[in-house]
């Protein structure tokens, strides 16, 4: 039962988070003559006709209010890390009204966000840029998607602790010298604590390094981050199930992932040279 409303829950937040980017992809096109979501042009000057002013802030305000439409919702499972350009390499950015930047064409944009449902708690990071991403940027996001890609593909014994996982994730960064500073993937409640344990995808050693079970939850999220200029993530939710293998050898039983975040990432990120079928 509360796995099936996760499942729910996720549905209606993907249509929210969809929502908000048709929304801003639509803003940044009028008012900042941005390229489009799926496609690349130059940005150009900022127009007068602005909706809102385009901030950190008021952008997750209005992520916010398309969440707030759909049914059971019920607040924020955190607070919104609405980052641009450097501050999206700040891992656990915060911004403030006052204080935060601007949208921009020329630069990334990062939004790590999640609601609580009355049945589900949800956690997604997305990355996008509005303008046309140079080839590094480009470069690191599909390293950071095939990482992304690997975990979410992985079958493995019975007994596996999210800690041998890892190293999936981090791979097709390692082998251009990148990495990042964080785990990879945390327990995630059903309209509980975003952060749930007992167990963790991480490089860390910890007593927490518990083994994966059937019915956990568990998110998925890469990510890249250039002090001073850029940072990228990429996150979805998924639940640990029985994986259907053509063998069972020494009869543990094998695990994968089903994954329950629905929102699509930007294809003029991904250097499709660098994918594998």
Same mark, same amino acid.
Request: aromatic share 10%; glycine share 10%.
């Given at each position: 039962?509360? $796995?099936?409303?996760? !499942?729910?829950?996720? +549905?209606?937040?993907?249509?929210? *988070?969809?929502?908000?980017?048709?929304?801003?992809?639509?803003?940044?096109q009028e008012n900042y003559g941005a390229s489009g979501y799926f496609s690349e042009a130059n940005g150009s000057q900022k127009k007068e006709h602005?909706? &809102?002013?385009?901030?950190?802030? %008021?952008?997750?305000?209005?992520?916010?209010?398309?969440?707030?439409?759909?049914?059971?919702?019920?607040?924020?499972?955190?607070?919104?890390? %609405?980052?641009? /350009?450097p501050n999206a390499a700040i891992i656990h950015y915060s911004p403030e009204a006052n204080t935060c930047a601007e949208l921009d064409a020329d630069?990334?944009?990062?939004?790590?966000?999640?609601?609580?449902?009355?049945?589900?708690?949800?956690?997604?990071?997305?990355?996008?840029?509005?303008?046309?991403?140079?080839? @590094?940027?480009?470069?690191?996001?599909?390293?950071?998607?095939?990482?992304? +890609?690997?975990?979410?593909?992985? *079958?493995?014994?019975? /007994?596996?602790?999210?800690?041998?996982?890892?190293? $999936?994730?981090?791979?097709?960064?390692?082998?251009? /010298? #990148?990495?990042? !500073?964080?785990?990879?993937?945390?327990? &995630?409640?059903?309209?509980?604590?975003?952060?749930? /344990?007992?167990?963790l995808i991480s490089f860390r050693p910890s007593a927490r390094n518990v083994p994966l079970q059937a019915s956990m939850t568990v998110t998925d999220?890469?990510?890249?981050?250039?002090?001073?200029?850029?940072? &990228? !993530?990429?996150?979805?939710? #998924? +639940? *640990?199930?029985?994986?259907?293998?053509?063998?069972?050898?020494?009869?543990?039983?094998?695990? %994968?992932?089903? @994954?329950?975040?629905?929102?699509?990432?930007?294809?003029? #990120? &991904?250097?499709?040279?660098? $994918?594998?079928?």
């Open positions: 039962m509360e $796995l099936t409303g996760l !499942r729910k829950a996720h +549905i209606r937040d993907g249509a929210a *988070v969809v929502q908000y980017l048709a929304w801003l992809d639509n803003q940044m602005l909706e &809102i002013k385009l901030t950190e802030v %008021s952008v997750s305000d209005k992520l916010e209010a398309f969440r707030a439409e759909k049914e059971h919702f019920k607040g924020l499972s955190f607070p919104t890390i %609405s980052s641009v /350009g630069k990334i944009y990062l939004c790590d966000s999640g609601a609580q449902y009355l049945d589900g708690t949800t956690d997604i990071t997305r990355t996008v840029h509005f303008g046309k991403p140079s080839e @590094h940027q480009k470069s690191c996001y599909t390293a950071v998607l095939k990482g992304h +890609i690997a975990l979410d593909a992985a *079958v493995f014994p019975n /007994g596996t602790t999210g800690h041998a996982l890892d190293i $999936l994730a981090r791979t097709p960064l390692w082998k251009s /010298g #990148l990495d990042y !500073r964080h785990g990879t993937g945390h327990g &995630i409640g059903s309209y509980l604590n975003v952060h749930e /344990g007992p167990h999220e890469p990510g890249y981050y250039e002090d001073g200029n850029f940072g &990228i !993530r990429l996150e979805n939710v #998924l +639940i *640990v199930k029985e994986a259907d293998t053509k063998f069972n050898f020494g009869e543990k039983g094998y695990l %994968s992932f089903e @994954h329950i975040t629905w929102a699509p990432y930007q294809t003029k #990120l &991904i250097n499709t040279a660098l $994918l594998t079928p």
